[in-house]
């Protein structure tokens, strides 16, 4: 069995909610396939929330309390903005469930390339039926817009159709918390997992060079593992990250952000660029594991692949491994694998066509 088949195999559970139970089974699978061909994988552990909404449940509730006085509002726009700009300041209040990454490393030297994939998977949400996520960038455009002037219109006689929209919000994510299912997260994100590690595994890096691979906890609910992977990244690491390419159109990400776009820069972003395969985009949908890194100045890229402008089955309990397209699979391996030889020319075990000597 390939390394893909087999990792989509070890990730077949009802799901792997973030900081939860199956996301660390899934991790301990992983770890023992890693480690079974003589790899050693470290953990990293950190701390994490299981979803997103009672923090968005919270900044509703702010923002519908302009009534009572502009205060409120005012906090719940500066909590919005913090929150979808990739900003948790009052994450170590709220982080209180276990999760970790998981980091191998293959060869010495002082240049770093990693491979990166978010393990976790996400509840579902009605925004995002099938019918209604073409036009999830709206809505968002919509709530970001009502929640930053909400502090002025709190001024207004409009303060109280305005509390009303957000009391509604809010309502209906706790909906969400008690009643939505976590997806089994076929597309979002085994296949980025499976790629990133089978291409880890087949590639051996030249002498000065490492070769990483990081599989992160928590990206669902604001990129918490990556993060966390942070300072165990070697300075200038270049990162290369797979979330969501079981189907659809190949993309490679120029750049993300809901509502501050962070452009990507550095020697990735150039070699897509000259290598066939792959069309750009400028993510503007959500996040990716990318953003706190980009935020950084790591120089990093994002395949992704894409069906009308959103990834198929996005959050979504149709995003199971049933429909996972096994050309895509191999070809979005195929394209990673040519960016790499475009990228430093890396040797790949068994695929003579693909990769180029060092002697």
């Known amino acids: 069995m390939e390394a893909l088949e087999e990792v989509l195999e070890l990730l077949k559970l009802p799901h792997r909610g973030s900081a939860t139970a199956l996301e660390a089974e ?37 923002l519908g309390l302009g009534f009572l006085s502009p205060l409120f509002p005012l906090a719940g726009a500066l909590g919005f903005y913090l929150y979808f700009t990739g900003r948790r300041p009052w994450g170590r209040l709220l982080d209180r469930h276990p999760s970790r990454n998981l980091l191998a490393w293959k060869g010495e030297g002082t240049r770093a390339l990693v491979l990166m994939a978010h393990v976790d998977t996400a509840k579902t949400y009605f925004l995002y039926h099938p019918k209604r996520v073409k036009g999830f960038r709206r809505s968002f455009l919509l709530n970001a817009c009502l929640a930053l002037l909400s502090p002025l219109l709190a001024l207004t006689p409009l303060k109280w159709p305005l509390s009303l929209y957000f009391f509604l919000q809010a309502v209906l994510l706790l909906h969400r918390e008690l009643s939505a299912p976590y997806v089994e997260g076929g597309n979002d994100n085994a296949s980025g997992v499976a790629v990133a590690t089978a291409l880890f595994l087949e590639t051996d890096p030249p002498p000065g060079f490492r070769l990483g691979l990081a599989l992160t906890g928590c990206e669902e609910v604001g990129a918490l593992g990556a993060k966390a992977l942070l300072p165990h990244l070697p300075e200038g690491t270049l990162v290369l990250n797979l979330d969501n390419v079981g189907r659809g159109e190949l993309f490679y990400a120029e750049g993300e952000g809901m509502l501050r776009y962070v452009p990507y820069r550095g020697p990735l972003l150039e070699a897509a660029r000259k290598t066939p395969g792959a069309r750009p985009v400028r993510y503007r949908l959500a996040y990716f594991d990318t953003l706190p890194l980009a935020q950084r100045g790591l120089p990093t890229l994002t395949l992704v692949r894409l069906e009308g402008g959103v990834p198929p089955d996005w959050h979504w309990p149709t995003d199971t491994f049933a429909r996972l397209d096994q050309k895509a699979l191999k070809d979005t391996l195929a394209y990673a694998r040519s960016l790499l030889k475009a990228l430093v020319g890396l040797p790949c075990k068994g695929q003579e066509d693909g990769c180029i000597s060092l002697s």
């Open 26 to 62: 899934a991790f301990r699978r992983l770890a023992g396939f890693l480690e079974a061909r003589g790899l050693k994988p470290s953990e990293i552990p950190f701390r994490g929330v299981r979803s997103y909404g009672p923090e968005l449940l919270a900044l509703s509730l702010l």
